[in-house]
Nanobody
Framework: QVQLVESGGGLVQPGGSLRLSCAASGSIFRINEMAWYRQTPGKQRELVATITSGGGSTNYADSVKGRFTLSRDSAKNTTYLQMNSLKPEDTAVYYC???????????????WGQGTQVTVSS
């Protein structure tokens, strides 16, 4: 069984920073791409950023380019989303996603974390 656990959300003032973490655990053989999504009530889940298995390539939504930085520690099966210059429109529940190959499934499956709330407000 695989679990993704996010942490680091909270309340921050506009212009502030937060760092989200997502740790994968369980019967993991290999993790491919990891990503962060966000969702606000009544809207579809939005892709925020992705990072390749080796961490060599990242992609960002236009709305966060230049402000968010995604990284990963493959040894710890963990990804980090550094969010700077936060704006009220960044307020959302942030979800971690990862494509994982486990010893049981012997196939790539997407897994999701439970989400962490980020609120940007003065």
């Amino acid at each position: 069984q695989v679990q993704l656990v996010e942490s680091g959300g909270g309340l921050v003032q506009p212009g502030g920073s937060l760092r989200l973490s997502c740790a994968a655990s369980g019967s993991i053989f290999r993790i491919n791409e990891m990503a962060w999504y966000r969702q606000t009530p009544g809207k579809q889940r939005e892709l925020v950023a992705t990072i390749t298995s080796g961490g060599g390539s990242t992609n960002y939504a236009d709305s966060v380019k230049g402000r968010f930085t995604l990284s990963r520690d493959s040894a710890k099966n963990t990804t980090y989303l550094q969010m700077n210059s936060l704006k009220p429109e960044d307020t959302a529940v942030y979800y971690c996603n990862a494509r994982i190959w486990t010893r049981e499934t012997r196939a790539w499956y997407p897994y999701w974390g439970q989400g962490t709330q980020v609120t940007v407000s003065s």
